[in-house]
């Protein structure tokens, strides 16, 4: 399943009765939440974490330094864009542990926090 993640979980559409357009607010179902949601913790050092919000927006911490990022969650893979430099991993998701492979097919495991 492809889901395509804006700034906001939620997606507005206009509902234009009579020509006159009027926002209309629906909320995702269960089914279209990213499994990546959450924290995770790099396996081997918990100084370095990824936190993936519901609306497509995150953060990379490493010892304390923060730098954001949007994403969009592919099911499979997870393309996340550093000021406007993107980066495609496949993943997949095992109980707590995010497995990230980057294209040189280097795996990196994340627990969940």
Not at 47 to 58: L, Q, R, S, V
Not at 64 to 83: H, M
Not at 86 to 98: C, E, R
Request: net charge negative.
């Amino acid at each position: 399943m492809t889901h395509y993640r804006q700034l906001s979980s939620a997606l507005f559409i206009l509902n234009a009765p009579k020509g006159i357009g009027q926002p209309t607010f629906i909320e995702p179902d269960d089914g279209d939440r990213s499994a990546l949601i959450g924290s995770w913790a790099y396996e081997e050092d918990e100084n370095f974490i990824y936190t993936f919000n519901a609306n497509g927006t995150g953060s990379y911490t490493v010892y304390g330094e923060t730098v954001d990022f949007t994403y969009t969650d592919n099911g499979s893979s997870v393309e996340i864009v550093f000021d406007d430099a993107p980066g495609t991993f496949d993943y997949t998701i095992d109980g707590n542990t995010l497995v990230l492979v980057d294209s040189t097919e280097t795996e990196v495991r994340y627990l969940k926090q």
